[in-house]
C-alpha cells in the first residue's frame, strides 16, 4: 500500500488550502485515514481522523475550520483547510489503519501559512 500526501504550498493567513491523500494498492474506504501533522521542534499530531463509518473526529485546534472527506471513487481522502493561521505551518502526513491492523503512512506535504 502506498498513499501520497500532496496539495501543500505557500497561502496567505486566513486562506484556504486543500491537501489530499492518495492510496494505491489499497482501498481506503476500509482503512481508519488520518492527517497528521509536525511543526519544527513540535510532537506529530493529529489533526483529523475519517473512520470506516465516516465517522469524523477533529483536533480542538481543527474544528470549525477544517474538514475531512472522502471520495471513495478517487480513492482518496481531503483535508479542506480553511482560515489558515501560521501555528498552521506543519508537515502533513496521512495514514491508513486498516482492519488487518496494519497502518501505513504517506510521505508528507509541507504547508506554509505566511503573509
Known amino acids: 500500500v502506498q498513499l501520497q500526501a500532496f496539495g501543500g504550498g505557500l497561502v496567505q493567513p486566513g486562506g484556504p488550502l486543500r491537501l489530499s491523500c492518495a492510496a494505491s494498492?489499497?482501498?481506503?474506504?476500509?482503512?481508519?485515514v488520518s492527517w497528521f501533522r509536525q511543526a519544527p521542534e513540535k510532537e506529530r499530531e493529529v489533526v483529523a481522523i475519517?473512520?470506516?463509518?465516516?465517522?469524523?473526529t477533529y483536533a480542538d485546534s481543527a474544528k470549525g475550520r477544517f474538514n475531512i472527506s472522502r471520495d471513495n471513487a478517487k480513492n482518496t481522502v481531503y483535508l479542506q483547510m480553511n482560515s489558515l493561521k501560521p501555528e498552521d505551518t506543519a508537515v502533513y502526513f496521512c495514514t491508513a489503519f486498516f482492519l488487518s491492523g496494519r497502518r501505513y503512512w504517506g510521505r508528507g506535504t509541507q504547508v506554509t501559512v505566511s503573509s
Open positions: 494498492g489499497s482501498d481506503l474506504s476500509d482503512a481508519d
Open positions: 475519517v473512520m470506516i463509518d465516516d465517522r469524523t
